[in-house]
């Protein structure tokens, strides 16, 4: 495929003060706007590579990311793209998968009753129902864990030696690959996790949802796991006023990880910002965020190299 994926900035963030350092990745930077970009870029380079794309028709269980970079790279490909998604995904997530050419299925919570929350009901759905299509499956695909192995880890090394890797748990690609590269080096990995109460897409609460088979089979990479709860959301309105960078839900969750496990600390932390916050504008109004009146635009940062 054509496109340049990867190589996104990773900025201080200045006014979380240096105890720790805090090194944030920029992922939004992305083609298709988010980290899910890397593993889709894998996952579909891999598959074209060895055949396994007879059908032309690809179908994937996401939480909305991962739909939207596959249904963008499919449509490069000349593939067509089927994302299977859970109810709570924003509209906006789904608006832009099909514009990108993606078809939408949307599974209700609760139609399969022996899964889990959210996004393994459509897992579910996908196992039943892809007879005749390409499943990526970015909670098992090892291609996910080496795109960030080769890519995530090796950009935040270069750019700052950090001594902490901080990212939400969700597939368990990002933590995984960037953390397996990282630690090789001496940085200890910290897994932020939401609270049963506290549904961030993309993310998983392991109670309710378990450990994909990706993030089970690397699990030993990660140091420490720490629980975020729902007053995480207030940085995004902190994060817009200090920093001028409207981030997402999960970003959200990751900081408040690395504010609640490594404050005091002088070290230096990088942290993965998953997405930027235009996904969950619906979601943040009705949570009473408003972000009007401030500028959303990333701040003009060179990169650290």
């Known amino acids: 495929m054509d496109i340049k994926v990867g190589d996104t900035r990773l900025v201080r963030l200045r006014s979380f003060g240096d105890k720790p350092e805090i090194y944030a990745k920029l992922e939004w930077e992305n083609p298709f706007g988010s980290v899910k970009d890397r593993a889709a870029y894998f996952m579909l380079s891999r598959a074209v590579a060895e055949g396994r794309l007879s059908s032309k028709k690809v179908m994937e269980a996401t939480s909305g990311n991962t739909g939207v970079a596959l249904a963008g790279m499919c449509r490069l490909l000349g593939l067509d793209f089927t994302a299977v998604v859970p109810e709570r995904v924003p509209p906006n997530v789904k608006a832009k998968i099909e514009g990108l050419g993606g078809h939408i299925i949307v599974v209700k919570e609760g139609t399969y009753s022996d899964e889990g929350e959210g996004t393994s009901q459509a897992v579910r759905y996908v196992k039943e129902n892809s007879k005749g299509y390409f499943v990526p499956n970015q909670f098992e695909n ?56 506290f549904r961030v897409p993309g993310l998983r609460n392991v109670e309710a949802n378990g450990m994909s088979p990706l993030l089970e089979r690397h699990f030993d990479v990660v ?83």
């Open 142 to 197: 090892e291609a996910n864990f080496e795109a960030h192995y080769a890519g995530t880890g090796p950009e935040i090394w270069r750019d700052v030696e950090v001594n902490y890797l901080v990212a939400g748990m969700g597939t368990g690609g990002t933590i995984t690959g960037a953390g397996k590269y990282l630690s090789e080096r001496g940085a200890e990995v910290i897994g932020v996790e939401p609270k049963r109460s």
């Open 223 to 305: 140091d420490y796991v720490v629980k975020v709860d729902s007053g995480a959301i207030n940085l995004v309105r902190e994060v817009l006023e200090r920093e001028g960078l409207f981030i997402g839900m999960s970003s959200a969750a990751a900081l408040a990880g690395a504010l609640k496990l490594l404050k005091g600390k002088p070290k230096r932390a990088a942290v993965i910002f998953p997405d930027s916050g235009w996904n969950y504008i619906t979601t943040y109004e009705k949570m009473g965020i408003n972000v009007n009146g401030y500028s959303t635009e990333p701040l003009k940062v060179a990169p650290l190299r």
